[in-house]
Nanobody, 123 residues
Framework: EVQLVESGGGLVQAGGSLRLSCAAS???????IGWFRQAPGKRHEGVACISGRDGHTYSTDSVKDRFTISSDSAKNTIYLQMHSLKVEDTARYFCKPLYECSRAGFLLDFKSWGQGTQVTVSS
């Protein structure tokens, strides 16, 4: 299974920007990677995903106009560029492999999660 390590989180004021990185052991045409987030007291939420096969991306409605997912296959890294951050974006962000890049693709039951990277947006 592909190994993933998240980084790039931090503290930012509302309206600011951050870029998260997901360093993968591989990112090939057979891989699809998704970003999730978990706010305190809430369940994990799928945010955005990207397919290694054709570059297809999907973003949930709450971030669609503000977050952009991209990849650098040479670096095996998937990025989540976040703009116009809101207080409600505060969460720990994780990346995970998916079977497909779609809303349904996020409906997986993962047994465990990595350390993730914390994003805190202040008002």
């Amino acid at each position: 299974e592909v190994q993933l390590v998240e980084s790039g989180g931090g503290l930012v004021q509302a309206g600011g920007s951050l870029r998260l990185s997901c360093a993968a052991s591989r990112f090939s045409v057979d891989d699809t990677i998704g970003w999730f987030r978990q706010a305190p007291g809430k369940r994990h939420e799928g945010v955005a995903c990207i397919s290694g096969r054709d570059g297809h991306t999907y973003s949930t409605d709450s971030v669609k106009d503000r977050f952009t997912i991209s990849s650098d296959s040479a670096k095996n890294t998937i990025y989540l560029q976040m703009h116009s951050l809101k207080v409600e974006d505060t969460a720990r962000y994780f990346c995970k492999p998916l079977y497909e890049c779609s809303r349904a693709g996020f409906l997986l039951d993962f047994k465990s999660w990595g350390q993730g990277t914390q994003v805190t947006v202040s008002s």
